[in-house]
């Protein structure tokens, strides 16, 4: 091995991580014993999980579940406004359009801008969390998005409320990045889908949750809308405050110096079978719940990134063709219909009060909530593990993608349905069924994407969703910009059965051949150069 691979290479290597290999096991980073079974490490149900734990009580794997799932709500509640503040003034659009004197193409860029505020916070964001911890860049990133929730509600004129709208989105931006770093600090790999999926529900239903509750808002002023975002962001900042310890946690020094003091684990929770706690090193660095209430100090024990890091990093991930495949795929041929349904309500039900059409978002909620409870990260994991257990316990990243062809197609059959129904004028009911569809695909593919490329890449995960998030966001700051125009030159039918179209012809064959081929093409592309700082103890 190298000097460079020793200095960059971690001591844990997830079940995961590829390298030119021929095997699948060495291509999903085991280290084969006789029997062909993975060694070393700790061990459920046969699978080498990862992160691997410590014995340190300051590891947050060794956390209590209250604790683990009470910074998972804080981070929900914070992608939950991610999205919530892109659409919940979708229906008060008339009015916008009134106060500023501005066209209805101008209203809708309304909801761009904040898009592009979200595209491009995670690079700035996300080195910075790497360096200084997830708790203070979720608590500087919420001030500023309150302070522009209040700069949007008393804005007098278009630029200053677009100005606002942009630092809404940069202010909330951490939530992408950020938010799945704490989760990956936070939870094992076989309990990542379920932790994903509950993260993905609440960037699906802040889009959703948003109009319905601005078209009812939207009864005491336009303006109002703003000021009760306002208030949402200092609900967050105290939750933030008092209940988020820092997450980030030097594992690679800490798995030197306090290891698991068990071995493997049967059948049964990893986190509660055969593991035993050390006392706290007393000249040990400071960690997690020790680090000070408000530190403006990088996290010690690890070796960080530069603040530029995070845009390198991004250009680079373009090489891992399995993570640029999966995103761009996703996101230019899938996930931005879902702006044409929000930007359009208000056109196709204009018969409606703004209140009834914020409830008109009830069937894509609805469709959100059963893909998560009944198909999506749960069903995630199950799948993962059922088919690791046939492949010799080999878990190959691969496996998350059998949800994609299900979810790809409800989706376009959800948008077909849609355009024909408002064309012909059908019953609303029908649109909640088409809106119930293609939510339950959006929710179950989304899911199955985020879970895809953090398994690819799981010692580079931060990069990998940042890549995720940047285009994510770029397509729903595009779509607004094209999809007025394109409905009033051919119709709502024509408009959304060609994105149905695009999304079942595009999506499945892309995503199959991925799933074929991926771990070649991961193999022929190796690793990055870098990895998490969490996992790189080389100072």
Known sequence: MTEEMNEKVPVEEPATATAPATTKAAEAGFTEGSEGEPEGGFIKDGIRVHPQPTSDPLDPLNWSPWRKHSILAIVMFNYFMFTYITTTTVPSFPQIQTTLNISVGQVNWTVAIPALGLALGPLVWSSLADIYGRRIIFIIGTIISLAASLGAAGAKNYGGYMAARFFQGFGVSPAATVGLAAINDLYFDYERGWAIGLWVLAIDSGLLVGPLIGGFVDLVSEAFIDWFTAILFGVLLAAEIAFMPETLYPRNRMLQRLPMLSGAVGEGDAEK???????????????????????????????????????????????????????????????????????????????YSPQIQGLLFIGLLLGTWFSEAFCSGHLSDRINVTLAKRNNNIVLPEMRLWLVYPAATLSAIGLIIWGISVDKGYHWIVGQIAFFLFAAGIQMGNTAICSYIVDCYPLQSMSVITFYSVFLNLSAFINPFFISPWETKVGFTWTFATQGILTFFISVPVIAALHKFGGRIRQKNGHPSWVNPEFDSHI
């Open 273 to 351: 079978s055969g593991r035993r706690l050390s006392a706290i090193p007393a000249d040990e660095v400071k960690r997690t719940k020790e680090l000070p209430f408000i530190n403006f100090k990088p996290v010690p024990g690890m070796h960080h990134p530069k603040p530029w890091d995070s845009v390198v990093r991004f250009l680079l991930s373009f090489k891992y063709l399995a993570v640029t495949i999966a995103v761009l795929t996703y996101c230019f041929a899938w996930y931005w219909w879902v702006l044409s349904i929000i930007t359009l309500i208000p056109v196709a039900y204009i018969q």
